[in-house]
């Protein structure tokens, strides 16, 4: 099983982004899957859609702003994502990290390209199988479309009541929504952000037409949501909407 998920969220500039493209999705993320626990890997880019206006955002200059990009590898569990023990044990330019050990000159410049690059590491805390869930195409890939959130409650009260939300309601709501594949509901162990979603759907079309949905077929849990999603604190971008760019969507 894909227990963990490493999220990279960044920007590139215009200039170089082919050939950065190209390096990422033809050596970069095979040279990353031949680390052990690797499962698979998964390149999107941002649709662009505007968060609702109710959301709050994270205003702390420490956290990275990059959501242009998502690259996600899911792992058999987070240890998987693991620089190594000697990378702090005995620290030193010699000791670069186990993930990154075998980078080459073009892999740090390529690298080096992006913009505002946001880690986190998150393990899977629910999943739920939608109705398309039986129509992936072959592997543990992510759907052709995505739906990631990356958020904090501002209170303990509000983590209460986001427990009640996704194990009360959300969840089982996917589960039944067509043109979902499936969902997860994520906790962070590295990174700015403690929560996290991610919803996938068979393509951007069946999430355009059915996600909004949600709201008519509950209009009594649209109203809980409206008013206590504003107890959440998101990262940039967030909740990004995305679109597979690799692998290629069949």
Not at 132 to 149: T, Y
Not at 182 to 209: D, N, Q, V
Not at 216 to 225: G, K, L, S
């Amino acid at each position: 099983m894909d227990k963990a998920i490493w999220m990279n969220w960044y920007d590139l500039p215009d200039q170089g982004r082919e050939q950065y493209l190209s390096w990422l999705h033809e050596k970069y993320i095979p040279k990353m899957m031949a680390n052990p626990g690797f499962l698979w890997a998964g390149h999107y880019a941002s649709m662009k859609v505007p968060p609702p206006a109710r959301l709050t955002h994270v205003r702390d200059s420490a956290v990275p702003t990059g959501s242009d990009f998502i690259l996600l590898f899911g792992g058999e569990n987070s240890y998987a994502f693991t620089q190594g023990a000697d990378t702090y044990m005995k620290p030193g330019p010699d000791r670069p990290g186990r993930l990154n050990v075998k980078l080459t000159d073009e892999d740090r410049k390529m690298l080096a390209m992006r913009i505002g690059d946001r880690k986190t590491i998150m393990i899977e805390e629910a999943r739920v199988e939608g109705p398309e869930g039986c129509n992936r195409e072959g592997s543990m890939v992510p759907g052709a479309s995505i739906q990631i959130g990356n958020f904090c409650a501002n209170s303990f009260a509000a983590e209460e009541e986001l427990l009640s939300w996704f194990g009360d309601w959300r969840m089982e709501a996917l589960g039944k929504l067509a043109g979902c594949i499936g969902a997860r509901k994520l906790i962070s162990s590295t990174g700015w952000a403690k929560h996290g979603c991610m919803y996938e759907f068979a393509s951007e079309k069946a999430r355009a037409e059915n996600y909004p949905k949600l709201r008519t077929i509950y209009p009594d849990v649209a109203v809980w949501t409206d008013r206590f999603t504003r107890n959440l604190i998101h990262a940039p971008g967030s909740p990004m909407v995305a679109t597979r760019i690799w692998p290629p969507v069949k």
